[in-house]
């Protein structure tokens, strides 16, 4: 049985380290943290909240809103059916309870 060999993928990276060389003076000890803070851009992160009310309303933009006609007819067949579900609901509770009264005897 032969074993195959994978591939070793290496992820390049773009930060490299700063090249600090030891000096003894006190002038050139400030140097190198100076060049250090003017060297690392500032990325200010984002907030939490702000990002998600944003990529909130992108999704919202991208919604296919009804017209007031198919909203409207939708709502009407949604009360019809629920104004039927509960008379036929209530309809089988009274003869449950009916039917239950009878057969406690009250």
């Given at each position: 049985m032969a074993l195959k060999k994978?591939?070793?993928?290496?992820?390049p990276t773009t930060?490299?380290?700063?090249?600090v060389t030891p000096d003894k003076s006190a002038a050139n000890k400030?140097?190198?943290?100076?060049?250090?803070?003017a060297a690392v851009p500032t990325v200010k992160k984002e907030n939490k909240i702000v990002r998600y009310l944003k990529e909130v309303r992108a999704e919202l933009r991208k919604?296919?809103?009804?017209?007031?006609?198919?909203a409207l007819r939708l709502t009407?067949?949604?009360i019809g059916?629920?104004?039927?579900?509960s008379l036929?609901?209530?309809l089988v509770d009274l003869i449950f309870s009916k039917l239950f009264?009878?057969?406690i005897g009250a």
């Open positions: 994978q591939a070793v993928t290496t992820i930060e490299k380290a700063p090249k400030s140097a190198p943290a100076a060049a250090k803070k919604v296919v809103w009804p017209t007031r006609q198919t009407g067949i949604v059916v629920t104004a039927i579900m036929f609901l209530g009264g009878l057969i």
